[in-house]
């Protein structure tokens, strides 16, 4: 029999009759990596009792994750003119960086990843693209829960002259790459939840991916009890893409093979019929109503280029499940959650929405829910122990009347005090337990600064990082 251990706190979210509530001086007992009790103080005298003056909350859940290359973003995916490509970065940014990585480079950017996940509240990962073996191990040896899929497609997208986006497709229609995610996916299928890595499936962007593809992931996934992730509606030249091929929104094609469903997750979802994005009419979002289809929001990524959701509160209001995630640097929930409740405010011209509430829940059990696991998200008897411990006393937490106002508008990195997954605490005394961030960082600005100087060897101009991605000032001139 596991110890039980009573953690006792000022302000606990617990979740009872459906939905986050606060308590007040209460208690979370956990036995192995089971809570066993919420509530009352001292109803197990043989429990070891830990006193805090925290917040105990459910841990963040990111449902969109790319942690082998995200870090090398920062200073070069933003403020750049990307006019041409209506503010993607996805055409003329992302190869020259993604390229330039070795095997030893992701595995780096995967442990800065995974770092700023846990700095940041989050206790569960759902990653996308390479290296996932890797990866897969990485979580197991610093205890984080995570999804993972080795990414694959038909082909892919490239410009050659900066004008124009032209696809590149690949003999085998992406079969090789769909065998080895179909073999990581049934390996890790975790089907008890018992193992912290689950399997899952990640054709890539539904512009890269045939019809063929698609229907055959599908059948897989239906067949074996597989979630799927998909970019799409993720970028302008994407919408139009879809719409010159098929005169259909992407979120219409995907609807008319019949990839949606409950268990499809439509990673970004913004370029939709009927917003001011597009032009195009159409209710895009009824089609993902109706099919149960799940969304996940990624503010702070693409609000830095000038794009956001139209509007998180319209999608909730029209019966879409909606998550939020991480998608690239920075590796913020707490910036994901901040951002998607200010930038709903901000296109709704109201204060009452994007409330602190529904992108907290957004956070933890609607995320949980989506996954299938009514055992995450939320801090409730026979849940997993999965709790991030909250300073309360603290410059940015002080005063403190509404534990989720306080966390979602006010937090700071330095207010995750503890992190626990799985019944185990992952970080505390300031340190992520199985990773060398002081080395990650050193080796991160190392492999960084040869992408920076590499770059005009992926680059379709042959243009230097400085040519394409200007420094805000100019070096000073030493005389």
């Given at each position: 029999?596991?110890?039980?251990?009573?953690?006792?706190?000022?302000?606990?979210?617990?979740?009872?009759?459906?939905?986050?509530?606060?308590?007040?001086?209460?208690?979370?007992?956990?036995?192995?990596?089971?809570?066993?009790?919420?509530?009352?103080?001292?109803k197990f005298s043989d429990a070891e009792v830990v006193e805090t003056n925290s917040i105990i909350a459910p841990g963040f859940i990111s449902m969109?994750?790319?942690?082998?290359?995200?870090?090398?973003?920062?200073?070069?995916?933003?403020?750049?003119?990307?006019?041409?490509?209506?503010?993607?970065?996805?055409?003329?940014?992302?190869?020259?960086?993604?390229?330039?990585?070795?095997?030893?480079?992701?595995?780096?950017?995967?442990?800065?990843?995974?770092?700023?996940?846990?700095?940041?509240?989050?206790?569960?990962?759902?990653?996308?693209?390479?290296?996932?073996?890797?990866?897969?191990?990485?979580?197991?040896?610093?205890?984080?829960?995570?999804?993972?899929?080795?990414?694959?497609?038909?082909?892919?997208?490239?410009?050659?002259?900066?004008?124009?986006?032209?696809?590149?497709?690949?003999?085998?229609?992406?079969?090789?790459?769909?065998?080895?995610?179909?073999?990581?996916?049934?390996?890790?299928?975790?089907?008890?939840?018992?193992?912290?890595?689950?399997?899952?499936?990640?054709?890539?962007?539904?512009?890269?991916?045939?019809?063929?593809?698609?229907?055959?992931?599908?059948?897989?996934?239906?067949?074996?009890?597989?979630?799927?992730?998909?970019?799409?509606?993720?970028?302008?030249?994407?919408?139009?893409?879809?719409?010159?091929?098929?005169?259909?929104?992407?979120?219409?094609?995907?609807?008319?093979?019949?990839?949606?469903?409950?268990?499809?997750?439509?990673?970004?979802?913004?370029?939709?019929?009927?917003?001011?994005?597009?032009?195009?009419?159409?209710?895009?979002?009824?089609?993902?109503?109706?099919?149960?289809?799940?969304?996940?929001?990624?503010?702070?990524?693409?609000?830095?280029?000038?794009?956001?959701?139209?509007?998180?509160?319209?999608?909730?209001?029209?019966?879409?499940?909606?998550?939020?995630?991480?998608?690239?640097?920075?590796?913020?929930?707490?910036?994901?959650?901040?951002?998607?409740?200010?930038?709903?405010?901000?296109?709704?011209?109201?204060?009452?929405?994007?409330?602190?509430?529904?992108?907290?829940?957004?956070?933890?059990?609607?995320?949980?829910?989506?996954?299938?696991?009514?055992?995450?998200?939320?801090?409730?008897?026979?849940?997993?122990?999965?709790?991030?411990?909250?300073?309360?006393?603290?410059?940015?937490?002080?005063?403190?009347?509404?534990?989720?106002?306080?966390?979602?508008?006010?937090?700071?990195?330095?207010?995750?005090?503890?992190?626990?997954?799985?019944?185990?605490?992952?970080?505390?005394?300031?340190?992520?337990?199985?990773?060398?961030?002081?080395?990650?960082?050193?080796?991160?600005?190392?492999?960084?600064?040869?992408?920076?100087?590499?770059?005009?060897?992926?680059?379709?101009?042959?243009?230097?990082?400085?040519?394409?991605?200007?420094?805000?000032?100019?070096e000073f001139v030493v005389e």
């Amino acid at each position: 029999m596991d110890k039980l251990t009573e953690y006792t706190a000022p302000w606990i979210i617990a979740f009872q009759g459906g939905e986050h509530r606060v308590l007040k001086n209460g208690a979370v007992v956990v036995e192995g990596n089971r809570i066993v009790h919420v509530g009352e103080k001292g109803k197990f005298s043989d429990a070891e009792v830990v006193e805090t003056n925290s917040i105990i909350a459910p841990g963040f859940i990111s449902m969109h994750s790319h942690m082998q290359e995200s870090p090398v973003d920062k200073g070069i995916a933003e403020d750049m003119d990307k006019r041409q490509f209506w503010n993607t970065n996805l055409i003329e940014v992302l190869p020259p960086r993604s390229k330039a990585l070795t095997e030893k480079n992701a595995h780096t950017c995967a442990r800065v990843s995974l770092a700023e996940h846990l700095r940041t509240g989050c206790t569960t990962v759902m990653q996308m693209g390479i290296e996932s073996d890797y990866i897969a191990n990485l979580a197991r040896d610093v205890g984080v829960r995570a999804y993972i899929s080795e990414a694959y497609r038909s082909g892919e997208w490239l410009t050659t002259d900066g004008r124009n986006v032209t696809y590149k497709w690949s003999d085998d229609d992406g079969a090789a790459a769909f065998e080895r995610a179909q073999e990581f996916a049934l390996n890790h299928r975790n089907s008890d939840g018992s193992d912290l890595v689950t399997g899952f499936l990640n054709p890539s962007q539904v512009d890269t991916c045939s019809e063929d593809l698609l229907k055959e992931t599908k059948a897989f996934a239906d067949e074996n009890g597989l979630l799927m992730q998909i970019h799409a509606a993720q970028s302008y030249s994407e919408f139009h893409e879809m719409t010159r091929r098929h005169a259909k929104t992407p979120i219409e094609w995907l609807y008319d093979i019949g990839f949606v469903g409950d268990n499809v997750i439509i990673g970004h979802g913004l370029f939709l019929a009927g917003t001011s994005l597009t032009n195009f009419h159409g209710d895009d979002l009824a089609l993902l109503a109706e099919t149960d289809t799940s969304v996940v929001y990624n503010p702070w990524v693409f609000a830095r280029n000038g794009i956001v959701m139209e509007s998180f509160e319209r999608y909730t209001e029209r019966g879409v499940r909606v998550c939020l995630g991480t998608d690239t640097t920075t590796q913020s929930m707490m910036h994901s959650a901040r951002y998607a409740a200010l930038i709903t405010k901000i296109v709704d011209r109201r204060a009452d929405v994007g409330s602190a509430a529904s992108v907290f829940n957004a956070s933890t059990v609607v995320a949980a829910d989506v996954l299938g696991r009514s055992d995450l998200g939320r801090v409730e008897k026979g849940a997993k122990a999965d709790l991030v411990f909250w300073k309360t006393d603290s410059l940015y937490m002080t005063p403190l009347r509404d534990p989720i106002r306080s966390i979602i508008y006010y937090s700071e990195v330095s207010d995750v005090d503890r992190v626990m997954v799985d019944g185990k605490f992952v970080l505390q005394d300031g340190r992520v337990d199985g990773l060398n961030e002081k080395q990650d960082l050193t080796d991160l600005q190392a492999l960084s600064e040869g992408v920076w100087e590499s770059w005009h060897k992926y680059d379709w101009a042959d243009r230097s990082i400085d040519t394409h991605v200007p420094l805000s000032f100019p070096e000073f001139v030493v005389e």
